[in-house]
Nanobody
């Protein structure tokens, strides 16, 4: 069974950094897109970033562009979301997801088939 296991969340001060990990089992990321989403209390899950490894394209929400970046370690089949200059508004549960979205759905929840369990990121002001 395909699984994504996330780690790396925590409490950080404004301006700090965290790196989230998304370890995959039963799939390799190569043919898939990996998406990162977040959900704050009382809000809908929103797109953060995504990367299509097969074509080498990366997409970011405007709110994180220039601060967050997506990468992977193929040797251990793990994707990462590096988050720098964190702000209180970045506080949320962060999810990684894998799938084969088309271009019009790469920023949408429906574009992804498999989801991680989520990891809490809290940024103190």
């Amino acid at each position: 069974q395909v699984q994504l296991v996330e780690s790396g969340g925590g409490l950080v001060e404004t301006g700090g950094s965290l790196r989230l990990s998304c370890a995959a089992s039963e799939i390799t990321f190569g043919p898939y897109a990996v998406g990162w989403f977040r959900q704050a209390p009382g809000k809908e899950r929103e797109f953060v970033a995504a990367r299509r490894w097969s074509v080498g394209t990366t997409y970011y929400a405007d709110s994180v562009k220039g601060r967050f970046s997506v990468s992977r370690d193929t040797a251990i089949n793990t994707a990462y979301l590096q988050m720098n200059d964190l702000q209180p508004e970045d506080t949320a549960v962060y999810y990684c997801a894998a799938g084969k979205p088309i271009l019009s759905t790469i920023r949408t929840v429906s574009g992804y088939r498999v989801w991680g369990q989520g990891t809490q990121v809290t940024v103190s002001s």
